[in-house]
């Protein structure tokens, strides 16, 4: 069995980095091809190094070119096949919902060579997102959907996708998690800006449906201000690139009651998340850490392809309205962390290299 593994973000690059660390330790023949999607040392290279990850065998470094969605999948569509064809894996790994994830299941597709989806059947039912049409192809083209939750494993088999192609593994986020949470804890993040445990406020906003828009980010920044006000906690925002090229596009200053920082490493994050009282975010990722985590999240969107999150109650949609974004934020600091994360055993990892092992070898 030799195993392609394709990535090309930071989201990508930490849930299947217990991937790569079970694959080197059961000595499985891998290769890591790396799309370049994400664009600067601390949204990439930094991740590597700090999760001991090998150097990617190849790496497109796309994220040198411009373009808009269609030209950048179309690039690394042509990059990954003549890699696979030089190759030749017994299958490929994608995680997710990017444009990296289409791209390496496109190109297997038309290879014929099996595609493992990990973290697959998560729906947002919304089809403006990008990553919503990412993960239904990806999906269908799928020979192996590695799914989550048992929701997840539903909404594959509503679809029509086979039964037995589906199989019920946990989320790598939780290997993740278990694996650098003693390295986080050694992090200096709070130090560093002074923070208190349970004593501040951590933000994140990427999304595109939202820093894409003047009016959405603005009203972001407008909850943010009032959330600061109603409740004297310090707010910290990691500030991710694009969110920084529309606020400098449409003028938008960050109030003086957030404080944005530049973007940090995983286990400086990974200790924010920890020790906050109360985390805002647009991304699906962070909706999962903080209920692993016991810490409870707004999620700065209409809706969610993490609603288990919102089932044990870690979570709540807040949209972009300010005065909703206030009241989901007080609605959440008063609550108590009782619930219980869904996301599997911490050895999301294992379990799909046992499964490979056994079709494939």
């Not at 707004?298 to 089932?311: A, D, F, G, H, S």
Request: one cysteine or more.
């Amino acid at each position: 069995m030799k195993l392609a593994i394709i990535l090309g973000t930071r989201p990508e690059t930490i849930k299947l980095a217990p991937l790569i660390l079970a694959c080197k330790e059961r000595h499985i023949p891998y290769i890591i091809l790396h799309t370049g999607q994400h664009y600067s040392y601390n949204m990439d290279q930094l991740f590597f190094e700090e999760l001991a990850l090998p150097k990617p065998d190849y790496h497109l470094h796309l994220s040198l070119t411009s373009g808009g969605q269609g030209e950048q999948v179309g690039k690394m569509l042509i990059g990954i096949e003549e890699i696979l064809q030089k190759e030749k894996p017994s299958a490929i790994l994608v995680q997710g919902d990017t444009n990296s994830v289409l791209a390496g299941a496109l190109a297997a597709a038309k290879l014929q060579i099996p595609i493992a989806h990990v973290e697959a059947g998560l729906r947002s039912y919304d089809r403006s997102m990008p990553e919503e049409l990412n993960r239904i192809i990806t999906d269908h083209l799928s020979t192996y959907l590695f799914v989550p939750t048992p929701l997840a494993r539903d909404i594959a088999l509503k679809e029509g996708i086979t039964k037995t192609s589906i199989i019920l593994t946990g989320n790598t986020v939780v290997d993740a998690i278990t694996l650098y949470k003693e390295k986080a804890l050694q992090s200096t993040f709070l130090k560093t800006y002074k923070l208190k445990k349970q004593e501040y406020i951590l933000v994140t906003a990427h999304r595109a449906e939202n820093v894409d828009h003047a009016d959405k980010l603005q009203n972001i920044f407008t909850g943010l201000q009032r959330l600061a006000q109603e409740t004297q906690l310090p707010l910290i925002y990691p500030l991710h690139p694009r969110t920084k090229k529309f606020m400098t596009a449409y003028n938008i200053q960050a109030p003086k009651e957030v404080q944005v920082i530049d973007p940090i490493g995983f286990f400086d994050f990974l200790q924010a998340e920890m020790f906050a009282r109360l985390v805002l975010t647009d991304s699906g990722g962070v909706q999962e850490e903080t209920c692993i985590l016991g810490i409870p999240c707004v999620t700065l969107r209409e809706n969610t392809e993490r609603p288990e999150t919102l089932t044990v109650g870690s979570n709540v949609l807040a949209g972009t309205n300010p005065e909703k974004i206030l009241s989901c934020s007080l609605a959440m600091l008063a609550k108590k962390p009782t619930w219980k994360q869904p996301f599997g055993d911490g050895k999301a990892g294992h379990h799909m290299l046992d499964y490979l092992q056994s079709v494939l070898t």
